[in-house]
């Protein structure tokens, strides 16, 4: 174990001259990345999230101006400070970090934007199809009582042609009663005529004559049976 620590100590020792060598154009990064985070201010939209990121990567570049300005070494010669250069750098690498986020942030808020909209639509068709089925069940409502009233004017009908079938009925028997009261009618006349006739001929009848008896029959004959 404390062999490899040893290596890795020993590695990180032969790395930093190689890093130090390294010369990186600062005032050159630094102004790259200013450009880069005002593109992604003019893009991120109007979301709080993301240019809350916005006003932290200006501030970590604001950092790592100040730092660059304030660790230059006597009279600016020998170029940066370490301490200075470090400053800078982690400065730089979060405004970095917070550009990225400034754009997951936006991302974010055109997806939630896009979901509220697809919602809100969702919302309107689900309005739109429970007013046709509302509608269908209205519809199918109407077709019922349509077929109720349908079924209720044949009935109707059926009750208005026996009720003129009873009626032509009822027309003939009142018709056939007058006949018969007629008869009667000239019947009793005819009885009242008859009936005066026959007084008047009983009044002016003669009175029939005596009857005559019967004559007596002769004998039967001697010896006959």
């Known amino acids: 174990m404390v062999r490899m ?95 990225t986020l400034a754009k997951s942030r936006a991302a974010k808020g055109r997806n939630d934007e896009e979901a509220a909209a697809v919602d809100k639509q969702l919302t309107v068709v689900k309005a739109r199809v429970k007013l046709l089925e509302d509608r269908k069940q209205a519809e199918e409502k109407l077709r019922q009582d349509l077929q109720k009233c349908e079924t209720a004017a044949r009935e109707l009908e059926t009750l208005r042609s026996e009720q003129a079938k009873q009626k032509a009925a009822l027309d003939q028997l009142t018709a056939e009663k007058k006949k018969l009261e007629e008869q009667v009618a000239g019947l009793t006349a005819e009885k009242a005529t008859l009936t005066g006739q026959l007084e008047t001929a009983k009044k002016t009848a003669v009175p029939p004559p005596p009857a005559v008896p019967a004559a007596a029959p002769p004998a039967p004959a001697a010896g006959v049976k």
Request: glycine letters at 6%; charged letters at 25%.
């Open 5 to 99: 620590m040893t290596a890795c100590a020993l590695v990180m020792l032969m790395a930093l001259p190689a890093r130090s060598a390294e010369k990186v154009d600062l005032p050159a990064q630094i102004a790259a990345t200013k450009t880069a985070l005002e593109n992604i201010a003019a893009s991120v939209g109007n979301y709080p999230k993301a240019l809350n990121e916005i006003e932290k990567a200006r501030a970590f570049l604001k950092k790592a101006e100040t730092a660059y300005d304030k660790g230059q070494k006597w009279m600016g010669l020998g170029g940066l400070k370490p301490e200075a250069e470090q400053e800078v750098r982690h400065n730089l690498q979060m405004t970095d970090m917070a550009v």
